[in-house]
């Protein structure tokens, strides 16, 4: 063997892998191999698109969903591994989806490309939870009415207030956006609360609004704005029906609390 030709085999061995989603090691100091164990070397049964495949999206954990929209990891953490520290570090799908998309083009492993598509999945997800068929939404339980609102709202990084007008079938004629900020007494006004039921001889309202702290425990501020909303509600003979505090994904109804 030539010395040239021996130059070129020692050039060759001593080049890194190439990123993509098949990358098994990286290169340490000192030249020692560090391997990294990809979705490709995992079982059939447990990679993450198979497993779709195999028994459904429903049978996923967060982290292999989120590892289908991402596709590739880095040279440190296969995809898999990715998804399961972006979960972690932003708190979740709620997280993701509050983050900045130029904080997320930071990441490690991501970029425009990749935020782009994990930002486009998680609006289309946001959005489906906010379908309603096209035969007006009735309202059962407290319960209906959260369902209703708790996809828009729960994950506002702001308070805002809902206002959703009843027909006497408790079917929703209305869902109103009246508030954005401290949904408080000094700027509360009963009258833009129940002005849409008045005009159009609506007999109810709930009130919902949320907390962007995520706890939905209610503030003595929220107990004395629904005692004045109950009062003003009997003069025009229109009912609060409730009123909701909506957090991360769990809410408190006032009208259990206080019973009026």
Known sequence: MSVIEKKTKEVAAARLPIESDNVISTRLAGGRLEYHTTVR???TDQRPRERLRDYGPQALANAELLAIILR???????VLELAGKLLAKYGGLTGLLRAEFGELCLEHGLGEAKTAQLKAALEIGRRLGM?????????????DAANLVMMDMAHLDHEQMRILVLDSKNQVVENINRYRGTVN???LRAAEVFRSAVIRNCPGVIV???HPSGDPTPSPEDLA???????????LDIELVDHLIIGQQRFVSLKERLRW
């Open 41 to 43: 070397d995992m079982p």
């Open 72 to 78: 590739t990891g880095t040279t440190q953490d296969n």
């Open 131 to 143: 379908l309603q068929p096209d035969d007006k939404y009735q309202i059962k339980s407290p319960a």
């Open 185 to 187: 007494s000094s700027v």
């Open 208 to 210: 919902c609004h949320n």
């Open 225 to 235: 704005v629904t005692e004045q909303l109950v009062a003003a509600g009997r003069v």
